[in-house]
């Protein structure tokens, strides 16, 4: 069983920039691709962040340019480096974790296990 804990999350202003963790119970990185996903309040969740065993990654357009996300090995841990923020990037974050990790995905429906989630505000 994968348990995935996100650590990060808080209260910004609009430009401002926060780094979210997840740390990964067991180590899944050459077999699991990840990624990070966020659900606004009365909206779908949304992927954000994707990342397969070789380290290739994926981003939708909303967040290209603006949002990184890395793992290190070492430590078990996924990270989402997320600049110059938007009220619009205000959600509820949670990382994500499936196999075989030979591709990366933003779609919801592909991964098995989550964490709780860490919450992002952006003031304006």
């Known amino acids: 069983q994968v348990q995935l804990a996100e650590s990060g999350g808080g209260s910004v202003q609009a430009g401002g920039s926060l780094r979210l963790s997840c740390e990964v119970s067991k180590y899944t990185y050459s077999n699991y691709r990840m990624a990070w996903f966020r659900q606004a309040p009365g909206k779908e969740r949304e992927g954000v962040a994707a990342?397969?065993?070789?380290?290739?990654?994926l981003y939708p357009d909303s967040v290209k340019g603006r949002f990184t996300i890395s793992k290190d090995n070492a430590k078990n841990t996924l990270y989402l480096q997320m600049n110059n923020l938007k009220p619009e990037d205000t959600a509820l974050y949670s990382c994500?974790?499936?196999?075989?990790?030979?591709?990366?995905?933003?779609?919801?429906?592909?991964?098995?296990?989550w964490g709780q989630g860490t919450q992002v505000t952006v003031s304006s």
């Open positions: 990342i397969n065993n070789s380290g290739r990654t």
């Open positions: 994500a974790a499936d196999s075989p990790g030979n591709y990366a995905t933003l779609r919801p429906i592909d991964y098995t296990y």
